[in-house]
């Protein structure tokens, strides 16, 4: 049985019963669902229960004026776009309605068809400022399918298995170590599907306290907790009509799990602080690197869910497992990386390439695009091995070329390079003990968290956007 499409939900503000029959028999009748209001007072309390896409509002109601009820609208949502309707066309009460930030103003009597019109013109607006918010606070850079580099047999099983899940609307888990790429293949999902000009949003479970979890997610009312002083969209409400990419979803707390399969089952959402359930189009993709199998039987993520997410899953390959795929990923990233820094790379030298193939990544392709930031930094042509980090000048394989090329080690520059490595290989597999989970790695390290930080930033272990 196919599931229907949510619609879009009109609030129609006007005290004439005969109007707001017949708006809200031709609104119906276009596919939206009308929800009525008569006064300022039940306008407010049905836009603060009802959740409406768009509001139209009549300037003249018989407790006040349409305005007081734009103004408790701005507050509660400054993005809420609302048209006004009056059969007292002034142009002074349209300049008023405009300054409060009213989106546009009809007189009545109204054509079916201008309200048509400036309802999907006032729908398309919302989903540019969320669309556009929601890319600024991310603040990444949006990936590709090209991103999705290497010739080996183990990326392209893994494009194929993406060609052919990605139209179909199925939910996606994505399981990899962490640094392999998950976020560039649910984009390439994405960019494949029939969601393609809908959102991408993108949200790191792990990035997140506890408290702000389900706010990201579902969004909040005005005062629903201190600090709340707007209405705020989750992350669910913006990728309406496109994807939703939930990463390191293993980390998600046990009481938010609940609220996603509930979600998941119902396709509908409740806001923080809120009373009416959001209809909601969104295609869930999500990735983890944490081992389900283990999160099952110790009871840290719910079997339910986990069965509702695994419909499809997609295994990516860590670094280790396509080794000849390096040396395309290294032309791939200096190239990137010489348009950001506004700095031409010219590759690197055999030297150095024989020192990263020697490399066990254990941050995969992350730690390669990071380490390559860096030395190309350093670098005055050719990234050379001294550009490199010292982890890899401090590799066995690494130190005898040096010595060829006749530039001394001393006793004390080895003893250094053997220490970062040990130290950097320590925290990697504390932060893999720990899920990436900074407090808890640092607390186990015996260090605080800015140590802890200075030292991912020293080992180019940060995330990328960092």
């Known amino acids: 049985m196919a599931r229907a499409t949510p619609r879009t939900r009109v609030l129609l503000v006007d005290d004439e019963p005969e109007i707001c029959w017949i708006l809200s028999r031709a609104l119906g009748e276009l596919g939206y669902e009308v929800v009525t209001a008569e006064s300022v007072v039940t306008a407010v309390a049905a836009f603060e229960s009802q959740a409406p896409e768009v509001v139209m509002l009549d300037l003249r109601l018989p407790d006040g004026d349409g305005l007081e009820v734009l103004r408790r609208i701005r507050e509660l949502d400054e993005h809420a776009p609302v048209v006004m309707l009056t059969g007292h066309g002034t142009i002074e009460s349209a300049v008023r309605a405009m300054k409060l930030g009213a989106f546009d103003y009809l007189i009545k009597p109204v ?162 602080g809120g009373r009416g359930q959001i209809p909601i189009d969104v295609r869930i993709v999500a990735a983890t690197h944490v081992n389900f199998e283990d999160a099952l039987r110790e009871g840290r993520f719910r079997e339910d869910l986990y069965h509702r997410l695994n419909e499809f899953t997609i295994h990516v390959p860590p670094l280790r497992e396509r080794a000849e795929d390096l040396g395309q990923l290294v032309e791939h990233f ?61 590799r066995p394989g690494a130190l005898r070329p040096a010595a060829a090329g006749g530039t001394p080690t001393t006793l004390k520059d080895l003893v250094r390079q053997v220490v970062e490595t040990a130290e950097r290989d320590l925290i990697v597999r504390t932060l893999e003990r720990t899920r990436w989970n900074r407090a808890q790695t640092a607390r186990l390290l015996g260090i605080n968290y800015k140590t802890l930080y200075n030292k991912l930033k020293e080992y180019a272990l940060l995330r990328e956007e960092e």
């Not at 080996?152 to 962490?178: C, H, K, N, W």
């Not at 590759?347 to 066990?360: D, I, K, Q, S, W």
């Not at 695009?369 to 550009?387: M, Q, Y």
């Open 111 to 272: 054509h079916l068809e201008e309200v048509r019109v400036v309802i999907d013109k006032g729908l398309e607006t919302r989903r540019l400022v969320a669309e556009v918010q929601t890319l600024r606070a991310e603040m990444r850079q949006r990936a590709s399918p090209d991103d999705l580099v290497g010739g080996s047999a183990a990326m392209d099983e893994l494009r194929r298995f993406i060609a052919q899940v990605a139209p179909y609307d199925v939910t996606i888990l994505i399981r990899g170590e962490s640094g392999t790429g998950k976020e560039l293949v649910a984009h390439a999902i994405h960019g494949q599907s029939k969601r393609r000009r809908g959102p991408f949003i993108p949200l790191d479970c792990a990035a997140l306290p506890e408290t702000l979890v389900e706010s990201e997610l579902f969004g909040h009312e005005r005062g629903a907790f201190t600090g709340a002083t707007q209405r705020r969209l989750g992350r669910f409400e913006l990728a309406h009509g496109g994807t939703l990419f939930l990463d390191e979803i293993g980390n998600l707390p046990l009481s938010t799990q609940m609220k996603l399969l509930r979600v998941l089952e119902d396709r509908a959402i409740t806001r923080l």
């Open 334 to 394: 200096l190239g990137r990386i010489g348009e950001e820094l506004g700095k031409p790379v010219t590759g690197v030298t055999a030297e150095a390439l024989e020192a990263l193939r020697a490399y066990p990544w254990p941050g995969n392709v992350r730690e390669l695009r990071n380490a390559l930031k860096r030395a190309a930094v350093l670098a005055e042509g050719p990234v050379t091995l001294r550009d490199l980090p010292g982890e890899f000048r401090g």
